[in-house]
């Protein structure tokens, strides 16, 4: 199916490539996401461009422009233009994937048809280019992807069974889009889902922390989570089954959107133990800040001691916006009332506005200072804590002369 009707107006960059390529006798097409989330009024985050130009083709179609070789022997190259990466890749059809993940070679192709005909989903297998369809212009949609945009369901191209036992990553992939798109996965796709789930094994697992957070975060998160519990779970030993429908249900009843993926993540893992949470963290390969942002909140789930001096400890300790996160997530899980969660954020925005010391560095006094009393080594630190400690309770005030004087105590 090729259509003109298509109301697409990409940015100038993404103009530039396609008129570069395409005076120098080159079909190029935008592909995949840019297409997709443009027909659905959204604002692409970023272009790709698809076309019949071989490397050493578009190598010489922008040698007199700021590239990349991103990819280039498997034919990937980003054009770089008024500071947005544009990537161009060549016409291409993949090899067998022996080990369900990646494709043991790459061949070129020199019809749009064959490079549509090897992606993942209907929805991010259509192509645009301007111009009228006898110029080569206007929607290339080959299976049905407006039309799945319009039924908001996510179709593989293809046999799905096929699309996942090339890519296992496909999986994931399939409830991410149909999270973060508010989809339906069709039931070809849905049961392939869930018979196939066994071979995330053999991914990654940085890469199923990717989708698995974006999944999270999604406005549809609650549904999916509903829908695919044991395939979530299947990831995530020893998270159950019943504790992702426990999740699911709280998403549900909230915009997953409004939630930092900390607390995302510490409702999902709410059934575990400390212990088995970081496990699971471990198992996913977060990074130090983004695990230890999880486990800060499990690990406070049980705290009630709410008032001025706790919520500047938690705030001193953790981080200003920690104490809202954490009620924020006891809200959800049941532990306190819409009300205590009013309290305990109109109180953080009173310490805020009167900024109350809360952390050492802002103690009127210093180390240098508390030196120059003839506090040595060891000394300082504890001093200075002791003296936080005495201003969070305020039973002192943070006034230099008040602090040199306890200080001499």
């Not at 369809?133 to 206007?138: A, K, L, Q, R």
């Not at 989708?211 to 999270?216: A, M, W």
């Not at 800040?289 to 705030?315: H, I, P, Q, S």
């Not at 996160?325 to 006891?330: G, I, K, P, Q, S």
Request: glycine share 8%; hydrophobic share 40%.
């Amino acid at each position: 199916m090729n259509s003109s009707d298509i109301a697409i107006s990409p940015p100038a960059p993404a103009v530039f490539v396609l008129d570069r390529l395409r005076s120098a006798g080159y079909p190029a097409y935008l592909v995949g996401g840019c297409v997709r989330d443009a027909l659905m009024g959204r604002t692409p985050g970023d272009y790709d461009v698809t076309t019949a130009a071989r490397p050493e083709d578009m190598l010489r179609v922008f040698s007199d422009c700021r590239v990349v070789e991103t990819g280039l022997k498997h034919g990937t190259l980003t054009v770089v233009r008024e500071h947005m990466n544009i990537e161009v890749t060549t016409y291409r059809v993949d090899g067998t994937y022996s080990d369900g993940r990646r494709p043991d070679s790459v061949s070129f192709a020199d019809r749009l048809s064959d490079d549509l005909s090897r992606r993942d989903f209907t929805v991010n297998a259509m192509a645009w280019a301007p111009g009228s369809p006898e110029e080569g212009g206007g929607l290339t949609d080959l299976f049905g992807g407006r039309e799945d945009l319009d039924r908001r369901i996510i179709r593989c191209v293809g046999r799905a069974e096929e699309r996942f036992s090339e890519d296992g990553l496909r999986i994931l992939r399939a409830l991410r889009f149909a999270s973060v798109l508010d989809f339906s996965c069709d039931p070809e796709c849905a049961a392939a889902v869930r018979s196939m789930a066994p071979m995330l094994e053999k991914i990654s697992r940085e890469r199923v922390y990717a989708e698995l957070t974006r999944l999270l975060g999604g406005p549809a998160a609650g549904r999916i989570l509903l829908d695919f519990p044991d395939v979530v779970s299947g990831v995530l030993p020893p998270l159950t089954a019943d504790a992702v429908t426990a999740a699911a249900r709280i998403f549900s009843g909230t915009d997953p959107r409004a939630l930092s993926p900390a607390v995302r993540y510490a409702v999902l893992f709410d059934s575990l133990t400390r212990e088995d949470a970081s496990r699971a963290m471990d198992s996913l390969k977060p990074s130090r800040d983004e695990k230890r942002a999880v486990l800060n909140l499990l690990t406070r789930r049980e705290d009630r001691d709410f008032d001025l001096y706790g919520l500047r400890v938690l705030m001193g300790d953790m981080s200003d916006a920690f104490p809202g996160e954490l009620a924020l997530f006891l809200k959800l899980t049941g532990r306190v009332g819409a009300e205590e969660e009013e309290r305990i954020a109109e109180t953080v925005r009173e310490i805020l506005a009167r900024d109350d010391c809360r952390r050492l560095n802002q103690l009127a006094v210093n180390g240098a200072d508390l030196g120059a009393l003839g506090i040595r080594g060891a000394g300082i630190g504890e001093t200075l804590r002791r003296l936080l400690e005495l201003v969070r309770r305020d039973e002192l005030q943070n006034d230099r002369d008040a602090l040199l004087k306890a200080a001499r105590l």
